[in-house]
């Protein structure tokens, strides 16, 4: 998939290599074997006969399955399907085990950043001051782009432990009889097999917030505390000792509170998801309770605790009478133990306090996880004033931390909302206010603008509490409602941000404000800011706007207190998606980098610290690629030690679902920000160098988007993307909550979101989002600067080097006589003269991109994965032919066929898979 979680360990050797193919073939042997049983020696044998014909003649091979039964196809479309879903869980383990290995032999990630801060000569002092800034924040998003179930994930990952509980085993005892687990690993195969991969309804958003828990609470069991206990370790390598209250790593969510374009996300739904979120953050901290309990038998009689620590327990013991006597009259001369005993016995109160919406009482539950951790801060100092040193600051620091990361509520929800719903419902307040003014909506920006400006001054509420509204605006009041009901009863940390879509101007951020002042969440007069505002920057004309936008609005007095109240950091959130399918990958992603500079001046004018949030999807055409690499890619100065980032999709169940590499990504993000923070304060290159490079990238920026606007302007591409792909179906493929148009969008290109539209073009090998414009404006850029100065570009500059790097892979997974083969058979011929032009900028990009790389064909530099996908490309073949005929048929039935529309899905679904991309 695009987004890489790890760098490539340049040491692979053939050796690592063949045992990945060796387990490969395993795996794919008892898939054969799981199919005859399953279904007969009949599907086997086609299975076999369909590779093999796609290697001989891809033409005999498409004609042959075009005329297959749609439910032999169906079930030749699962076991391709399936394969790939083996053959990826194996290649993370394999993956996993790789990094392993160099972990053992050339340290972690955070090892390599130590050296190379070391290296530059830089001060305990100022590694300290930084350590004291990083807030780094991975956000899950609900974003729709994982299109398999959670039940066949889960059974992957069970597969995953075996093959790496095999291997450890190999590695004590030279060699293991593999008869048990291949008996193991066949009743899974059987079991995926006799699993609807095709969800039969569409998932809720409580749905949603569960499967992100799945990964949180593993995260909070196993990555998260070890890369925590790394990170401190370096810090104080460096010179910088960190405090264990810090929390330089925390986890975001928006699930349950994005309501942008989605009508199921409620103020209710807020309230069960974070409900929900507590019930298993209570449970993952009463599990390291259990092992803390387990761990600390320290006996009173041998090493007695203090007189502070003696008085806490005492009146924790008198608060808590339902602490059975058991464990008083047991634990008694273990203090350690018995105060662990207290804290489970509150979270316990905690969670039935939940249950029912009752307040806070203090001493007998936890109002949120700060307590927890004074708590825990009492027995760490406890042990570390006596002879406990080693225990505190070993696993009772590591609790600490992990606490101090995930609070009680695993992760801190963002709200939300389009620019145009503030807009609607402070029209009925203000309209209703007899003040001889115009209609609110008939101001122009600026007006507006004037208007929010002088009524945040003010004291007055718009309206009572109980004003009649419309129901649409009813509901975007109870957003801010909602907020501050979640905030008493769970804490300010459950929800800190609200997010602004589509925000052209500062209005837009100040309509939001006053919204939230009429909630009670600000107020003004006493510097109170329960919550921050965060515009979204999303289309290429909003992130040219976006210097105009943050500097008017901390320009105006009300809104720089509101800043200076939420700590002097103004957070703006910088899109991909939408920007790239307005208007091109090169100008996107040269918009954004320009914004961050121009955003990052502003904020150091106004004495405000800026934290960037970059919305990356899980494609190069919605902002993806290596998160270390991207990070590293920013301008200097732009990233001050705070960062956040959403992750999505198909992105959670790659990085996340195997420990190893949770540990692995989460270090790379952890590692790259500290690199960034401490050796790219300052520009890397001298200005002159700076100017010439940004000139030429503008070039390739305005070409590229002039030839990308010519492709999505022509009046017959509506109907050929439509045409050429089965995006029809993602709405049936129920793989998430939120509809893949926006509201009343019509069967154009405007109102589609951009997932969908990556999702496309992904199906049908053609992946526009990802490369299309490039070509052509590297081709300007050539002749109008030389070749010599983009060669400077690509060996020199991190940000254009990994733009490159992108797109190549994109390049890569593009497959033109696939797409050629989709045009052909469901693209009315008048239409043909589109793919013409798609197929000619494919071509121009290639050649530009391999010029730059100085190899003659795309991914030479990395032939392992060059010949991955070449594997890949023999199994999806399949796929791809049985699509277009499915699609063929399906488009020219008269009647709606249940089964076909399943096969089809089937087919969605594999291909996904093995392109290990949706949208």
Known sequence: MDAQPTQPDQHSNETVDAALRADIRRIGTLLGDGLVRQEGPRLLQLVEEVRQAVRDDNDTAAARLAGLDVGVG?????????????????????RARDLRRRRATQGGWLDEAAEEIKAEGITGEAVARAAKRLAIRPVFTAHPTEAARRSILTKLRQIADILDQEAAERALAGDVDTAVTDQRLSELIDLLWQTDEVRVVRPDPA??????????????????????????????????EPELGDAPLRFGTWIGGDRDGNPFVTPEVTQTVLTLQHEHGIRAAEQALDALISELSISQRL???GDAFMSGLAADLAALPELPQRFRRVNAEEPYRLKARCMKAKLAATRARHAVGAPHQPGRDYADGTELLADLTAIHDALDDSTGRLSARGKVADAMRTVAAFGLHLATMDVREHAAAHHAALAQLFNRLETGQPDYDSLSRDERLALLSAELESRRPLAPRDVVLSDAAAKTMGVFDAIATAQRRFGGAVVESYIISMTQGPDDVLAAVLLAREAG????????ADIGFVPLLEGVPELEAGRHTLDTLLSIPAYRRIVAAR?????????????????????????????????RDIAARHGVRLRLFHGRGGTVGRGGGPTHEAILAQPSGTLDGSIKVTEQGEVLSDKYTLPALARENLELTVAAVLKATLLHAKPRHSAPVLDAWYETMRQVSDSGRIAYRDLVSDPGLPKYFWAVSPTELLGALNIGSRPAKRPNADAG???????PWVFGWT????????WFGVGS????AQQNFGTDVLAEMYEKWHFFRTFVSNVEMTLAKTDMDIAARYVHTLVPRELHPIFETIRTEYQSTVSQVTALTGENELLAGNPQLARTLRVRDRYLAPLHHLQIALLKRHRESDVDDPELTRALLTTVNGIAAGMRNTG
């Open 74 to 94: 169906m079930n030749l479309a699962r076991a391709f399907s399936l394969y790939f879903h083996l053959a990826n869980i194996t290649e993370q383990v394999h």
């Open 207 to 240: 749905d949603e917030a569960r499967n992100a828990v799945y990964y949180l609470t593993d995260l909070y069991a196993d990555a998260a505390p070890r890369v925590l206990a790394d990170l401190s370790r370096t810090l104080t390598e460096l010179g910088a």
């Open 303 to 305: 090493r007695p605790a």
């Open 521 to 528: 969440l600000i107020d003004t007069s006493v510097n109170r």
């Open 567 to 599: 700590g002097d950091v103004q957070e703006v959130m910088l899109g991909y998606s939408d920007s790239n399918k307005e208007s091109g990958i090169a100008a996107s992603q040269w918009s954004i980098q320009s914004a961050q500079r121009e955003l």
């Open 749 to 755: 290109l405007d109102g589609l979101r951009a997932i």
């Open 763 to 770: 199906q049908s090998r053609q992946i526009v989002p990802g």
């Open 777 to 780: 404006g590297l081709a300007a």
